[in-house]
Nanobody, 116 residues
Framework: VQLQASGGGLVQPGGSLRLSCVASGRTFSSYVMGWFRQAPGKEREFVATIGKSGFVRNYADSAKGRFTVSRDNAKSTVYLQMNRLKPDDTAVYYC??????????WGQGTLVTVSS
């Protein structure tokens, strides 16, 4: 499985971005998908996950109420809608796929910079 993330960029505080992650292969709907991020000088951290059918979603406290994870299994794509962005959200965002119990597949990351 190959994951290709996109949608990052420079945005002002309070702005919005939507990240996308397209997966190769025919088994996308069998994976739990997740978004993670890594800020400069910090460890990678969990942002959000979404279950195989899209009904079960989990968020980090920092993302609750501002970010929404969704997926379109027909397009093999997972999204992260980010609203009310803050400078602390600046990071490289990664999508990942979990076939069973581990995050086995990772995308290359897309940089989000929140700055005025």
């Amino acid at each position: 499985v190959q994951l290709q993330a996109s949608g990052g960029g420079l945005v002002q505080p309070g702005g919005s971005l939507r990240l996308s992650c397209v997966a190769s292969g025919r088994t996308f709907s069998s994976y739990v998908m997740g978004w993670f991020r890594q800020a400069p000088g910090k460890e990678r951290e969990f942002v959000a996950t979404i279950g195989k059918s899209g009904f079960v979603r989990n968020y980090a406290d920092s993302a609750k109420g501002r970010f929404t994870v969704s997926r379109d299994n027909a397009k093999s794509t997972v999204y992260l809608q980010m609203n009310r962005l803050k400078p602390d959200d600046t990071a490289v965002y990664y999508c990942a796929a979990k076939p069973s119990s581990a995050w086995d597949y990772w995308g290359q990351g897309t940089l989000v910079t929140v700055s005025s």
